[in-house]
């Protein structure tokens, strides 16, 4: 089905460890975003990117990296991972960041760093 | 802080009535703003979205008006159902950041 993936779902992390959460999309979409969701909470802006080869921050960048190679793939990477990164990121793609059509969001992945 | 925000957490409204859910926000640069529903352990699906040269836009059961004047958004339900019930957010984009509030959740009543 076309639409946003997220890999993995679930992922526990030690402390210190690195790892990256995969992002695809198969609607030839331009933009697509990072965020991360705290229980009871908003959703808060990472990473985003307009177009292949662009990235930029967004509201909590600090110990996350990305790329953009391709339109189809928006990997974030955790460098050190810390207690503090424990959430739930979701991952969103559309055609641009100023509507005339639907954003998609992934299912999510839960990460907890002990 | 943020500069979108809701004014209640909580809103409860009874089966088949219309739900009216308020966000307030603070940037006057902001020129699109989006309205997402939440379910439990889903990720946020696009509802309905207006650009700021508008004041009204309608969906199916949904519409969305903004106040530029005194910065206020709102999203109304009509006849709302069992299958309303979320957490909703307003989001807005400011220079291609697309910037969440905290969101109000919907109890529908039986």
């Known amino acids: 089905n076309a639409g946003v993936t997220q890999t993995p779902k679930f992922q526990v992390l030690k402390t210190g460890q690195s790892m990256t959460l995969q992002c695809a999309q198969d609607?030839?979409?331009?933009?697509m975003s990072w965020y991360r969701q705290d229980p009871g909470m908003g959703l808060r802006l990472i990473h985003y990117s307009v177009g292949a080869g662009i990235t930029d921050q967004g509201e909590v960048p600090n110990g996350y990296n990305v790329s953009r190679s391709t339109t189809e793939d928006f990997p974030l990477r955790l460098l050190s991972a810390a207690p503090s990164q424990t959430s739930v990121y979701f991952c969103?793609?559309?055609?641009?960041?100023?509507?005339?059509?639907?954003?998609?969001f992934g299912q999510g992945t839960r990460l907890t760093v002990v | 802080g943020e500069s979108v925000g809701l004014h209640l957490p909580t809103l409860s409204v009874q089966e088949g009535d219309n739900s009216i859910i308020n966000c307030a926000y603070s940037n006057s640069a902001s020129d699109y703003f989006i309205w997402y529903k939440q379910e439990s352990g889903k990720g946020p699906q696009f509802i309905i979205d207006i650009r700021s040269n508008m004041d009204k836009r309608q969906g199916q059961r949904v519409t969305v008006l903004l106040n530029k004047t005194v910065k206020h958004l709102s999203l109304q339900i009509a006849a709302t159902q069992p299958g309303d019930s979320a957490v909703y957010f307003c989001?807005?984009?400011?220079?291609?950041?697309?910037?969440f509030g905290k969101g109000t959740r919907l109890h529908i009543l039986p």
């Open positions: 969103a793609s559309s055609y641009t960041s100023t509507g005339g059509t639907e954003a998609f």
């Open positions: 609607m030839n979409h331009e933009y």
């Open positions: 989001a807005e984009n400011i220079d291609d950041k697309i910037i």
